[in-house]
């Protein structure tokens, strides 16, 4: 890799979104499609100043900006390495398609959830470009505190207290990672950064030192990363935000805190130093319980969207397992999982969402025959469940092809049994869903002329293009970047290059 | 015998501690503020105290006084200090004992501190 | 040596000055009062700024009042910390001033508004003065002055819970002051110096361990009530809740600061080189009160249900944040805590003048009256949850920076324990700050509880409110500008 | 139980007290570090230094000016306080003293104090133009005054004594002591030296001596005047009743 490079864009690219804010509060009462749509073009610039660095990404460039120091080793540096660039281009993305969905889903005080989602946006996008803990810890924070409005954003009991739990979680969670940090900061020498090996060593500390902050950290993030006991408001929060707001919990800001994970396995203590400390069977462990037991939870879940945040649990964990494996395959798909899961979950919250909208319907038990109504909804639903079980051609696949691989690789073939196991629990709570859509309409029969039939499959009474769009687009990716996914700017061509440097 | 020696000292401590004494225990405001005198004249003294000297003079240079055996005038001009201050305090809280039995109709430190409060929300607009 | 040598006296003196000419334009044109009485304050900050740079991170500024040098005349000391907390002095309180014309307008009576501005010229100066000063008898005078007018201000509405309030100060504080009296007559009789710098070289060399151990728990307990450190913090609440707002901002923002300053400056340039001996043990004692206090305070300000009351508790919880960086006894944590001083000052005051403009606008005071605030009073609503965010600790406000050197500080030093209820501090303010911007941004008020349209408080009592919040934005971000000189000093003071 | 509580830890604060003098320096002993330290060049030198022969005065007034500027202002500020709490008369309008006392003041007591006020109005003059050769000095003397319009007031009644010393002479003299300081601390800037440098070292030598003892009876004569004022409007203040009366005309 060569040496960094100083660039601006980094920044640029973090404060776009707040055009959309400034949109918002020039006009805050008139010219509503025009805000919208301004905010709409926020987001669209951000992704496409993110996307001009692709090519320097890809020949190794590290872009990067200081944005302010507090003495010499603490210091508000935004950088963009390839895995960072990597989530943010995820993240861009999936932002740029939940803003097109939200101008038509949401539905009151419009004002208030752009300009949230534009704070999130440009706060998460500062996570993905941090170039030390602490910049990252800053705008982790403020990530958190910005994306609360969006899951109370009903206003509804529910969302209240959903809201509650999460600020409760969230700020228990935030304290830790404080904790972490100034502990990492203290044993770590000083080192805040993000080493291409890690930063910490056993020179500087003792064994105990580090397994707190590793421990301390991956509670920390574990909270956002809801790892299994952690997991509490994920649940709750996913069902009451509004649709797009929950595919950008599941898609980007639960991947916040597996992206910090990555970024405390990889580049704060390092692969090396996590083998010395033997900590990798914990979090394997852990992330096992998480993916097997969400999966059993889902299974009884009859809210679609809480269905779909078990969901979100467990799959979340695919990451941190695949981490856990420290072997280069295992790695690879289980970073890359972060994209694959944000393309296919962010199209199922998406769906739900396009559900919610056109038939005011959240339990699945009351879907019979939706299939018939919501067509291509639908089909992209199912598109997508059935990549969430693995099947060929689709991301799924790719994420367990990889894991399975690496478990192989890593000598312990029993993760494949959990990712077997997995992936019927995935198809046992995901199949009925797009068999009662599409096979069940008992319960949806009419009486007409005497005759009692089922709905016809009726095309064009889908809903808007905003909200139809989108999720065309992201069922359509989850099947092209699972078949190519070499093309520059798709996974596989940016974690590689990450995962080959660590993994010789 | 330091102690029975340095008896001044001795002397302003055991008042300073029943000023104190006075201040926390009476009930009476006014009392409350006589202990409080008490106790700073408690210091006063122990100040002058600290600048006697053994056989010493008034510090004032007339008619060739030797400054070797004069007092050590420090002390008695920060107790000039120390004497406003107290002064000033006492004042201060001498008239808001006056508005306090005005408005309230008692001296009792208690009866003051347990009588309700108006409704939280008028006290801000009153006067 | 040119004429910015004498600036640090004219910051003290311009505002004494300016109160005791301020009565005759009170009886010239009273209307003038409150902005004739920014003249000197201005005039103290504008110096304040101009000194900026002249003193280096390790050095001090020394001026010799009346030409006498330091242990025959009185010194001031200006070092780069005090320089720094003359300067939040001067900005907190000429912004509170801003503020105050408005609000004293509505809340106290005519013939008690110019001594009002009267008192809080000398408070202001008085601070000042306090914060420089290199002689310890001379910090009695002038926490005298600044005891005095904070009583007063306390009763300035004159209604009987605010004279009640400030007379429970009274009760507390003048005690205080003698004891701070006591220990100072102790130091004397040991050392026969008053100087600070001599002092610390005396004290070094004295032999009189008994009396300075006590006249050293005298001090802690002198100054501890006037910071209200945990255990004698009874005054607080109730004087901090009942003065008006812009008071409760100084009280809060400034003077529980500059008082707990006094004393870390007294444990570390008087109690210097012997402090593993002397001061450890009661600095032990100090840091499990601080301890209790961020608990108990924070546990309190949950328990409130008067907005105000509410903001007085979490000052004591604060007040231990700020102990506790001193306890650790490392450069890191005095630096935390010094910092702690500005963005709590700023936060606090902040707080306090947003929960003015409620009762300047609605006289609503309860935490349940501001359901549904947002819809009305925006500005005032927002500028609250930033300064919340600060009195949380959330990146990126200033309240972040000084608890990451706060808890550094205490993790360098091995207590851990103490990190932790930093911590613990920091969620207990999470919840407490919370509660209230939920219920202004995020419940329906009551019906007719507010008006419909935006009608917020007047500029002149927004502008100190937005000034307040963003500027613990600026120093949360911009913390590099002070944060490095800071920990020069801070280590040159250990 | 509280009383038994509090007479406990007041014991104990007595026996730590009693503890700590028992190791204190024997008092009145030349040794003493109160004795050797900083003192000796106040006595030695004050009168050459300051020109004051009341070494208490030069300490007062110079060494420790600042501290006494402190001082004043203390007493200025707890005027400023006695006022924002009980508030002021208004101008022109003089408030009437209610005697609620049972036997009224006699002919003799009247007319005794009549007699003996200004005498003591005299001596606290002389108290005051003497502090810097003899013990006295612009506090004493202000006391000394205040005592006096004390007398007067309880006497003659608040309408009889405001007459005498009405608003518009009070009120801007209460702030005469700050501001005498305030004056002669500018005044040292001016002669090259620090703030409340009375020997001003830009002039040749040094300020004549006689002008440097002027310039401290300047300052005691603003601190006797303040401190006179200011403790009588607190009186005033204090016995003020609610109810105003208008001035017999």
């Given at each position: 890799m060569q040496e960094s490079t100083f660039s601006a864009v980094p920044l640029v690219a973090v404060l776009l979104p707040w055009v959309s804010l400034l949109a918002i509060l020039a006009f805050p009462k008139r010219a509503e499609k025009l805000r919208l749509w301004l905010c709409f073009l926020g987001s669209l610039a951000t992704f496409g100043v993110v996307l001009s660095m692709l090519p320097g990404i890809l020949d190794g460039n590290i872009y990067t900006i200081k944005l302010a120091s507090v003495v010499e080793n603490l210091e508000m540096r935004l950088t963009v390495d390839t895995l960072g660039y990597y989530f943010g281009l995820v993240?861009?993305?999936?932002?740029?398609?939940?803003?097109?969905?939200?101008?038509?889903?949401?539905?009151?005080?419009?004002?208030r959830f752009f300009a949230f989602m534009a704070l999130c946006e440009s706060f998460i996008l500062g996570c993905a470009f941090s170039a030390n803990m602490f910049t990252y810890f800053i705008f982790y924070e403020m990530m958190t505190f910005g994306s609360y409005p969006l899951i109370i954003h009903e206003e509804t009991t529910m969302a209240r207290r959903a809201g509650y739990k999460y600020l409760v979680y969230a700020i228990a969670a935030g304290t830790v990672l404080f904790f972490a940090i100034v502990a990492h900061y203290f044993w770590g020498n000083g080192q805040l950064g993000f080493g291409r090996y890690g930063v910490l060593s056993l020179e500087f500390a003792s064994r105990a030192a580090l397994l707190t902050v590793f421990f301390t950290y991956l509670a920390g993030f574990g909270v956002k990363a809801a790892i299994m006991p952690l997991h509490g408001w994920v649940p709750d929060a996913h069902p009451a935000a509004p649709s797009p707001a929950s595919a950008l919990l599941s898609g980007v800001i639960l991947k916040a805190g597996a992206f910090g994970i990555i970024r405390v396995c990889f580049n704060v203590f390092g692969v090396d130093l996590m083998r010395e400390l033997k900590v990798y069977p914990v979090v394997a462990v852990l992330a096992c319980i998480t993916i097997v037991v969400a999966s059993v939870f889902a299974l009884t879940q009859d809210n679609l969207k809480r269905r779909l945040a078990y969901s979100s649990i467990g799959q979340v964990s695919y990451i941190i397992l695949g981490l856990a494996m420290l072997a280069h395959d295992g790695a690879l798909g289980g970073v890359m999982h972060l994209a694959h899961h944000a393309?296919?979950?962010?199209?199922?919250?998406?769906?739900?969402?396009?559900?919610?909208?056109?038939t005011g319907k959240k339990n699945i038990s009351e879907m019979a025959g939706i299939g018939y109504q919501l067509p291509i909804t639908m089909i992209c639903f199912s598109v997508c469940a059935l990549a969430m079980m693995g099947t060929p051609p689709s991301v799924g696949f790719v994420t367990k092809w990889l894991l399975g691989s690496g478990s192989l690789e890593a000598g312990l073939p029993v993760y494949i049994v959990v990712l077997l196991a997995s992936a019927l629990l995935n198809a046992a709570y995901f199949l009925p869903i797009v068999y009662i859509a599409f096979f069940r309409w008992e319960g949806d029969e009419v009486e007409e002329h005497g005759e009692r039939h089922h709905p016809k499959l009726v095309f064009g009474k889908e809903a808007d293009h905003e909200l139809v769009v989108p999720v065309v687009i992201l069922a359509a990716l989850v099947i092209i970047v699972g078949i190519w996914s070499n093309v520059p700017g798709?996974?596989?061509?940016?974690?590689?290059?990450?995962?080959?440097?660590?993994?010789? | 015998m330091r102690l029975l020696h340095n008896?001044?000292?001795?002397?302003?401590?055991?008042?300073?501690?029943?000023?104190?004494?006075?201040?926390?225990?009476?009930?009476?405001?006014?009392?409350k503020l006589i202990g409080l005198n008490i106790m700073e004249t408690s210091v006063f003294f122990f100040y002058i105290s600290l600048g006697y000297l053994e056989g010493g003079i008034a510090p004032i240079r007339t008619g060739g006084a030797d400054p070797a055996r004069m007092v050590n005038p420090i002390p008695q001009a920060l107790i000039l200090t120390g004497i406003v201050v107290a002064v000033s305090v006492t004042a201060l809280a001498l008239s808001m004992v006056i508005l306090l039995y005005r408005q309230y109709g008692t001296l009792d430190v208690d009866r003051l501190m347990r009588e309700e409060e108006p409704e939280a929300g008028e006290s801000g607009k009153e006067g | 040596m040119g004429a910015w040598r004498h600036f640090p006296i004219f910051m003290i003196t311009v505002p004494l000055l300016g109160a005791v000419l301020l009565p005759f334009l009170g009886y010239v044109r009273e209307k003038w009062v409150p902005y004739a009485s920014l003249l000197p304050l201005g005039t103290s900050a504008l110096l304040g700024v101009l000194l900026i740079g002249r003193i280096p991170s390790g050095g001090y500024l020394s001026y010799h009042m009346g030409g006498w040098e330091p242990p025959f005349g009185i010194e001031i000391r200006l070092d780069y910390v005090g320089l720094f907390l003359m300067l939040v002095v001067c900005g907190i309180t000429t912004l509170a001033l801003v503020y105050s014309r408005r609000y004293i307008e509505k809340e106290v009576s005519g013939g008690r508004r110019t001594a009002y501005y009267v008192l809080y010229l000398l408070m202001s100066g008085a601070m000042l003065g306090f914060v420089a000063t290199g002689d310890i008898f001379n910090l009695f005078v002038f926490m005298e002055i600044l005891a005095l007018s904070s009583y007063a201000l306390v009763a300035i509405t004159g209604n009987r819970n605010a004279v009640r309030a400030a007379f429970k100060y009274i009760l507390m504080?003048?005690?205080?002051?003698?004891?701070?009296l006591l220990a100072i007559g102790f130091l004397y009789s040991v050392t026969g110096t008053l100087n600070m710098v001599d002092l610390a070289g005396r004290i070094a060399e004295s032999g009189f361990t008994e009396v300075l151990i006590v006249s050293y728990i005298l001090l802690v307990v002198g100054f501890g009530v006037k910071a209200a450190l945990f255990p004698l913090h009874m005054w607080l609440p109730d004087a901090h809740s009942i003065a008006p707002s812009p008071i409760s901002a100084l009280l809060s923002g400034l003077l529980v600061e500059v008082c707990a300053f006094a004393l870390v400056r007294i444990t570390l340039s008087v109690f210097t080189m012997r402090a593993s001996d002397l001061v450890m043990g009661t600095a032990d004692a100090v840091g499990v009160a601080a301890a209790a206090a961020v608990l108990y305070g924070g546990i309190m300000a949950i328990l409130q249900k008067d907005l105000k009351m509410m903001i007085a508790y979490s000052t004591v919880s604060h007040i231990g944040y700020i102990f506790l960086g001193l306890t650790a006894f490392t450069a890191e944590g005095l630096t935390g805590a010094m910092y702690h001083m500005l963005d709590h000052g700023l936060a606090k005051a902040c707080l306090f003048l947003c929960a003015g403009n409620f009762i300047y606008l609605k006289g609503y005071r309860r935490i349940e009256d501001l359901k549904g605030a947002w819809g009305q009073m925006p500005w005032t609503c927002f500028a609250f949850a930033l300064a919340s965010l600060s009195v949380i600790g959330i990146p990126p406000t200033a309240g972040f920076i000084s608890k990451w050197?706060?808890?550094?500080?205490?993790?360098?030093?091995?207590?851990?324990?103490?990190?932790a209820v930093l911590l613990a501090g920091s969620i207990l303010a999470a919840v407490y700050c919370l509660r209230v911007i939920y219920y202004m941004f995020f419940q329906a008020g009551k019906e007719g509880a507010w008006e419909e349209y935006w009608h917020d408080a007047p500029p002149a009592m927004l502008l100190p409110v937005w000034v307040l919040s963003l500027a613990t934005l600026f120093f949360g971000v911009f913390s590099f500008l002070i944060i490095p000189s800071l920990l020069k000093a801070a280590a040159y003071l250990l | 139980m509280k009383k038994v509580a509090a007479l406990l830890f007041i014991s104990a604060l007595a026996v730590l007290l009693l503890y700590v003098v028992a190791s204190m320096?024997?008092?009145?002993?030349?040794?003493?570090?109160?004795?050797?330290?900083?003192?000796?060049?106040?006595?030695?030198?004050?009168?050459?230094?300051?020109?004051?022969?009341?070494?208490?005065?030069?300490?007062?007034?110079?060494?420790?000016?600042?501290?006494?500027?402190?001082?004043?202002?203390?007493?200025?500020?707890?005027?400023?306080?006695?006022l924002a709490v009980l508030g002021r008369e208004r101008r022109g309008v003089i408030h009437g003293f209610v005697d609620r006392s049972e036997v009224p003041a006699s002919v003799i007591v009247k007319t005794m104090v009549r007699f003996m006020v200004p005498f003591i109005i005299l001596f606290s003059v002389y108290t005051i133009l003497h502090g810097e050769t003899s013990p006295g000095g612009g506090f004493q003397g202000g006391a000394v005054i205040g005592g006096s319009m004390i007398i007067f007031t309880t006497i003659f009644g608040l309408y009889e004594s405001s007459r005498r010393i009405p608003l518009k002479v009070r009120a801007p003299l209460e702030g005469a002591a700050v501001m005498g300081f305030f004056l002669v601390g500018s005044l040292g800037l001016v002669g090259g030296g620090n703030f409340l440098t009375y020997a001003w070292p830009r002039v040749a030598q040094g300020l004549h001596p006689s002008l440097v003892v002027w310039l401290t009876v300047l300052v005691e004569v603003g601190i006797g005047l303040g401190g006179a004022m200011v403790l009588t409007s607190i009186l005033f203040a204090m016995i003020r009743e609610e109810e105003e009366i208008a001035p017999a005309s």
């Open positions: 993240l861009t993305f999936l932002w740029l398609l939940a803003t097109v969905y939200s101008i038509s889903y949401i539905d009151h005080k419009h004002n393309l296919m979950k962010g199209c199922l919250f998406l769906c739900a969402g396009v559900i919610l909208v056109k798709f996974p596989y061509s940016l974690v590689s290059k990450v995962v080959n440097v660590i993994f010789p | 008896y001044h000292y001795a002397a302003a401590m055991l008042l300073f501690c029943l000023g104190l004494h006075t201040v926390i225990v009476r009930r009476n405001i006014i009392k | 504080g003048a005690p205080s002051s003698i004891m701070v050197y706060l808890i550094l500080g205490n993790v360098e030093g091995g207590k851990w324990l103490y990190a | 320096p024997p008092m009145g002993d030349p040794d003493n570090p109160t004795a050797t330290h900083v003192i000796p060049r106040y006595l030695e030198r004050a009168e050459e230094e300051t020109h004051t022969v009341n070494v208490v005065t030069g300490v007062i007034l110079n060494y420790r000016g600042y501290d006494t500027m402190g001082e004043v202002t203390v007493i200025f500020c707890a005027l400023a306080a006695v």
